[in-house]
Every structure is written in C-alpha cells, then in structure tokens.
C-alpha cells in the first residue's frame, strides 16, 4: 500500500516537473523573440564570449526592456546656512589680525597682556555676539557654529559674550555652561575665564569633572551658585540626576556652548543633549503663539571645532535655532562645498597654514632612532608624541630616555593618570625646556600647551580629523610649527592615501630614512632595548606577583575608609585560637 502510495506521488511529481519545463521553454521563446525585435531596431553590439565560450552578457544579471541601468550620482546635500557662512582668513599674520581698539569690549574685562591684537575669528565672530547681548534679538538670539582651525583663537570667542552677559555686577542665576569633551580641557577653559575676569574675578566660574571630587562639588554648587559652569557631560548629566530637584538651575540660562563639538560622538543627544534641553526650556519646536513666546527663554547655542562636520545628520542633532556659521577659508564658501569629499566644514583649510608635515619611512624596528635622530636633529624644545598604545608609551620613553642620555627630559602622560598629577605633568612641560611629552589621543583636542615646536605621529592618526587635531597641538597663534609623521613602507601607503584624498597633503616632504642612517647611533640604541627588554620581563614577574599600583586621585581613593569607617585594605590579622 504504502509503495503504491510512493510511485503515484512520484508519478504526480513527473507530470510537474514537465509542466515546468514547457513554461521555461515558452518563457525563453518569447524572450529570444523580444531580442529579435530589437535586432532591425538597433545593430546588436558583438557579444562578449567568456573564456567558457558562453556570451557574457548572459553571465550578468540580464535586464529585461530597453532601460540602461547607470550609477546614480551621489547627492551632495549642505545645509543652506552652510552655504551662506560668513568667512574670514584662516592665516594669522599682521596683515589679518586686527588692533584690539576695533571691538569694544566691557571695561569690567581685564586684558591679558598676551593679547594685542584680534585673530580673524574672534573678529568675525565677537562683535555678532555682543550686538546680541546689549540689543537682545525680539524672538531670541539665532545659534552660531564656528569652524576655524586649530590654535587660531575660538577659545576666546565665547570667553568675553559670557563675561559680558554675566555682567559686572553678577546675579545668583547661571548665565552659561560649557560642555567639552576631556577633563583637561575644562581647566583650560577655566584657566582661560580667569585671565580675563581679572583678580577680583566678577564672574563666578566652576568647574565639574572627573578631576574632582563630585561630593565636593555637589556641595560647592548648593553652597555658592556659579554663574558660569564649565564640564564634561557625563560630570554634568551626574549633577543634574544625582538629586531632586537639581542643584544647577537651568532655567535662566543664556548661553549653550560646546567646544570640540564634533568629538561629543553621534549618541550625545541620548546621552545628555536632551536632558540639557529639557531642563532649559524653551527648546519645543514651535506650534502656537505661545511655544514663540517660550522660546524666548531657550539659551543661544555656540558649538565649535575645527573640524566640526559638514553631515546634515550630525548637524541636524544640535537642533540649532536659525544657525549662523562662521568658518574660515581664505577664499569664499565655495571652499566648503568643495567637491573634496571631506567632512570637515572648515573646508580645505582645516590645518594651520604655520604647520609643516614630514613623513618619515623606516622599517618599523628603528621607529624609536628615527625619533631619537629627528628631535636632536632638529634642537626642538617641545615635542610632544603621540601613540595610539598605552604600553608603546612608556616603552618608547624608556628607549628615549637611554638615547638621550639626558640631552632632554622625557615624560608620558595617558588617560590612566588620575588628578592632580594630570596638571602637575602638563605644568612642568610648559613650564621647563628641552622636554619630550609622549602622550594619547586624550591630549590631541583642544589642549593649549605652551609653544610646543613639534608633534611626532609615533602611532598614525586613526583618520584625517585626528590628524588635524594632533597637529593642532603646534603651529598655535600664528607660530611656526614642524609634525612629523613616522611610517613604514606598509603603513605609509593608507597615511598618504588619506591624507590626498581629504587635501591635507599639501607641500607634504617624504624622507626614506635607510638602515645606514641609524648606523652611528646603533650600539646605543641596541642597549637601550636591551635593558628595556630587562625590565619588560622583570616588570611581568611583578605583574603577576602583585596588582599594578595607581596612581594619583585613584590611589588616594583606594586609602580611604568606606562608609562604615573600615579600612579594607590592611590586612585582618588572623588571631591564633590555640
Ligand atoms: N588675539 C590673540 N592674540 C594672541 N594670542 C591669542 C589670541 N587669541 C588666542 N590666543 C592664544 O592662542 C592660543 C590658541 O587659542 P585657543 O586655544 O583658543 O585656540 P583654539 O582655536 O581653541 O584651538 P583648538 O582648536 O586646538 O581648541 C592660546 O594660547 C591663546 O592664548
């Protein structure tokens, strides 16, 4: 039975199959009659034949109709306030900075005596912001971007409209928040406050971040409220959940600013743009009269950066109120919306024009002699080098340190060292000469240190921006600045690449650097690995005996008792029972 019921099934499957069989037969007739219509139509082109003699336009997908199918052209879209940006030069020299005498400023304001003269940014940008502080705009005042490249004064820019919206005579309400994305950064910014609020200092300004204690500034902002904040989100976002209601009211503020913009990442709005927003007020899309008139009270935002992004997405998220841009390009905007596929808005400028680039190729054993060679070479007093490793770090400056043989001193400073001991390393580099400060990324936006003659790219920046910004950390003010990227033959080949395509390539000079070239210094240098190698082995016997000790605010932390007043750490001393 159960045969009979198996051939019948098979049976029924034949008969199928050879139905499919007459359809694929009647399908393909008519196709070969479509060609042959369009044969009298148009002469056929000669049909490719593959090397397995079949045609080769039936090896592709064939189209069926008369339709070509062609690349679209990739659409590029720029906001139209883009377009429209006002610019200004991005060199700094006599012939583009400005007599301080040109913009009035609030005489409540003490200037430094670095400062002589207006750079072309903060000329472009400071008298649009303080027409908007002493004649406040009916609706409210509109959102400014500015793109400007590294060193060339932007800092300044936010520094007097907050010191003059605050006023000489300052009230309890917090005028403006600074948000930036590294800890470093908020004390340069408040270093920068202080300058010009003068000795007496009208204007309250703190500081929130990981450098300090949150109880303590928790208390400090219940206890004395500031009119300027500076901070890192995450320490912001912190403060402003940590308790109901918040200490830091939000309510009156006028100014939103965020500096290094473009680094606060695609998910800052999740992460702390909408409860900054949410807390402001005011920043409701407008339905009715009465959303109009709220809106008065949103905060006029400022974001900055050098290499702050042209894509309509990472710009839509700022959600910026009738944005004004300021961007630097010697020539017009037509620099912003050049066909260069770069990101950057600051257009093809985004590198100082006082910088210049080396490139040196070696085999990558003798990366550490070629530093070594390029900073005596050259009798730089400030170099500062980045790697993309923390281990490469202090293994590097073992290496320098031996081949120095005291010519120069040589630190590292990475993102595992806590507190104050970031400052004291910054402070001693600015303030000694002949110094070599290796470093990570985490020095790489923003910070100002002091006259730094050359910045080695020991690890190859990640991408163009990164390079811009590291190279950012020389060539400031106007002043003369010397990057030196370290690569080998097959590191080289991506570096270049990247940096022809986004034009920062420019006057670029390339030195192959031969085995031959390292001979002089060589013995040296063998027993400097040599004794690195020693203490790489001995160091990993400890690491295994015993944790790695902390450093700073982190280690003072573990040596404090926890709430119950215990000492975790000291060892229980185990009572014998007999
Ligand atoms: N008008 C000026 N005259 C002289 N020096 C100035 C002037 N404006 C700014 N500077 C100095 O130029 C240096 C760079 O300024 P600032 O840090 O604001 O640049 P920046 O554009 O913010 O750089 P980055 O993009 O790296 O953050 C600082 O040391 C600052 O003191």
């Known amino acids: 039975m159960k045969q009979k019921r198996e051939f019948a099934e098979e049976k029924v499957e034949e008969e199928e199959m050879e139905e499919i069989n007459e359809e694929i037969e009647k399908l393909e007739e008519n196709v070969e009659d479509e060609e042959m219509d369009t044969e009298d139509v148009e002469p056929k082109p000669e049909a490719k034949i593959g090397e397995n003699g079949?045609?080769?336009?039936?090896?592709?997908?064939?189209?069926?109709?008369?339709?070509?199918?062609?690349?679209?052209?990739?659409?590029?879209?720029?906001?139209?306030w883009v377009q429209h940006a006002t610019t200004f030069s991005a060199t700094i020299d006599s012939s583009t900075s400005q007599s301080l005498s040109k913009i009035d400023i609030p005489d409540f304001l003490t200037v430094p005596d670095t400062i002589s003269t207006w750079f072309p940014v903060q000329y472009s940008v400071l008298p649009a912001?303080?027409?908007?502080?002493?004649?406040?705009?009916?609706?409210?005042?509109?959102?400014?971007?500015?793109?400007?490249?590294?060193?060339?004064?932007?800092?300044?820019?936010?520094?007097?409209?907050?010191?003059?919206?605050?006023?000489?005579r300052p009230s309890?309400?917090?005028?403006?928040?600074?948000?930036?994305?590294?800890?470093?950064?908020?004390?340069?910014?408040?270093?920068?406050?202080?300058?010009?609020?003068?000795?007496?200092?009208?204007?309250?300004?703190?500081?929130?971040?990981?450098?300090?204690?949150?109880?303590?500034?928790?208390?400090?902002?219940?206890?004395?409220?500031?009119?300027?904040?500076?901070?890192?989100p995450a320490r912001l976002v912190q403060h402003l959940t940590a308790q109901i209601p918040p200490p830091i009211d939000l309510s009156k503020l006028r100014f939103l600013i965020v500096d290094e913009a473009d680094r606060m990442g695609k998910l800052m709005r999740e992460e702390w743009l909408d409860l900054v927003e949410f807390l402001c007020g005011g920043m409701e899309r407008v339905a009715c009269l009465n959303d109009v008139i709220r809106q008065r009270r949103?905060?006029?935002?400022?974001?900055?950066?050098?290499?702050?992004?042209?894509?309509?997405?990472?710009?839509?998220?700022?959600?910026?109120f009738k944005p004004k841009l300021f961007s630097a390009?010697?020539?017009?905007?037509?620099?912003?919306?050049?066909?260069?596929?770069m990101d950057h808005i600051s257009g093809r400028l985004a590198l100082p024009s006082s910088i210049s680039h080396r490139l040196i190729v070696s085999d990558s054993k003798f990366h550490p002699l070629a530093v070594y060679q390029q900073i005596q070479r050259n009798k730089f007093n400030r170099t500062l080098i980045f790697v993309n490793e923390v281990s490469s770090s202090n293994r590097l400056a073992h290496v320098l340190k031996e081949l120095s043989q005291g010519e120069f001193e040589v630190d590292y400073f990475t993102a595992q060292l806590f507190g104050k001991r970031r400052y004291k390393m910054l402070e001693k580099f600015n303030k000694n000469p002949n110094r070599v400060l290796i470093c990570s990324d985490v020095l790489a936006r923003g910070t100002d240190l002091n006259r730094v003659d050359c910045v080695i790219n020991y690890n190859l920046p990640a991408d163009d921006k990164l390079f811009v910004h590291r190279a950012g950390r020389t060539g400031r003010a106007g002043q003369e600045g010397y990057v030196i990227s370290v690569g080998d033959k097959e590191t080289k080949r991506l570096f270049v690449k990247m940096l022809k395509v986004t034009n920062l390539w420019g006057d670029t000079v390339e030195e192959q650097m031969e085995e031959y070239l390292f001979e002089k210094d060589l013995e040296r240098y063998t027993k400097a690995i040599e004794s690195l190698k020693t203490i790489v082995s001995t160091n990993t016997k400890t690491k295994n005996g015993s944790a790695a000790k902390r450093s700073g605010f982190e280690a003072k932390r573990k040596s404090r008792p926890n709430a119950r007043g215990e000492k975790p750490w000291l060892k229980k001393k185990t009572t014998t029972t007999e």
């Open 298 to 320: 949103a905060p006029q935002k400022i974001v900055l950066s050098a290499t702050l992004s042209k894509d309509v997405e990472e710009l839509h998220l700022w959600n910026l």
């Open 329 to 341: 390009t010697a020539t017009k905007a037509k620099d912003i919306t050049s066909t260069v596929p």
């Open 129 to 168: 912001l303080f027409k908007d502080i002493q004649a406040p705009p009916p609706l409210r005042p509109r959102d400014v971007a500015i793109a400007a490249p590294t060193g060339s004064g932007k800092t300044i820019c936010y520094v007097l409209p907050v010191l003059a919206a605050v006023g000489s």
């Open 172 to 232: 309890n309400s917090l005028h403006a928040v600074i948000l930036v994305p590294v800890q470093t950064l908020v004390t340069q910014i408040v270093e920068e406050f202080r300058r010009w609020n003068g000795p007496e200092g009208t204007a309250k300004v703190v500081s929130l971040s990981g450098a300090n204690d949150f109880d303590k500034e928790q208390r400090q902002l219940s206890a004395d409220p500031p009119n300027v904040i500076v901070a890192t």
């Open 54 to 80: 079949l045609n080769k336009d039936r090896e592709l997908f064939k189209v069926l109709g008369k339709q070509e199918m062609k690349n679209l052209e990739a659409l590029k879209v720029t906001s139209s």
